[in-house]
């Protein structure tokens, strides 16, 4: 069974510092990883996706997100915070079996400090 | 692009009422996946339609149900309410639901059970 786990309810960061948001999967067969982000009273909207290939993807933003394969994690960073990327953060997973199915992590809220 | 669109934005419902919710894709979009957001539960997955058929289903009670017309534009009902189905319901499209696809949010339904 498919499961997402985001084991940090809140993250605090001073602007101009690095994030990290992280995420940890389980799945059948081959992963399919995304991050969205939702702001106060707005649905979600995607960030980035892993599908195959290169494990560093680049998104919306200035998001980056870093497949481990081994570790099976999906850790979302961005080198540099801004007060406006304060919101609240899923990580979601599919996987290759045909299960026409996105389970999402229980969401990450990120609050960022000027 | 027009986004997703979901009508009503907001209802108020008392125990025992149905309530019918409905979702608009993105033009060409022809998956359609419905989700209950709640502060404890997080992200539920609901059922996803395409082409008019529901190929999955997430673990809800039968009183929630859904439907998909020709035009891709989809129907959530839920039926007998209770308190706890208060919650924000979130419709989402993508082209066809396929693993890879990312999905495109609307900005939900608030529903609230009195």
């Known amino acids: 069974a498919q499961s997402v786990a985001q084991p940090e309810d809140q993250v605090n960061v001073a602007e101009g510092n690095p994030l990290t948001v992280k995420c940890t999967y389980s799945?059948?067969?081959?992963?399919?990883l995304f991050w969205y982000v939702q702001y106060p009273n707005r649905g979600l909207q995607f960030l980035l996706k892993?599908?195959?290939?290169?494990?560093l993807v680049k998104g919306s933003y200035g998001f980056e997100a870093e497949f481990n394969k081994s570790q099976t994690s999906f850790h979302l960073k961005k080198p540099s915070a801004l007060v406006s990327d304060s919101a609240l953060y899923f990580c979601a997973v599919r996987d290759d079996t045909g299960g026409f199915k996105t389970i999402f992590g229980a969401g990450t809220r990120l609050f960022v400090k000027a | 692009k027009a986004g997703v669109t979901q009508t009503p934005r907001y209802l108020i419902k008392t125990r025992g009422q149905q309530v019918t919710l409905s979702c608009s894709p993105i033009s060409g979009h022809r998956s359609v996946s419905w989700y209950q957001q709640t502060p404890g539960q997080g992200l539920q997955f609901l059922f996803e339609?395409?082409?008019?058929?529901?190929?999955n289903k997430g673990n809800f009670p039968g009183r929630f149900s859904g439907r998909q017309f020709s035009n891709s534009r989809s129907e959530m009902n839920v039926s007998t309410l209770e308190l706890g189905d208060s919650a924000l319901y979130l419709c989402?499209?993508?082209?066809?639901?396929?693993?890879?696809?990312?999905?495109?949010f609307g900005p939900g339904t608030r529903l609230t059970v009195t």
């Open positions: 799945v059948s067969g081959n992963p399919y």
């Open positions: 989402a499209s993508s082209l066809d639901g396929g693993s890879i696809d990312e999905q495109y």
């Open positions: 892993y599908i195959t290939g290169d494990n």
């Open positions: 339609y395409f082409s008019e058929t529901q190929r």
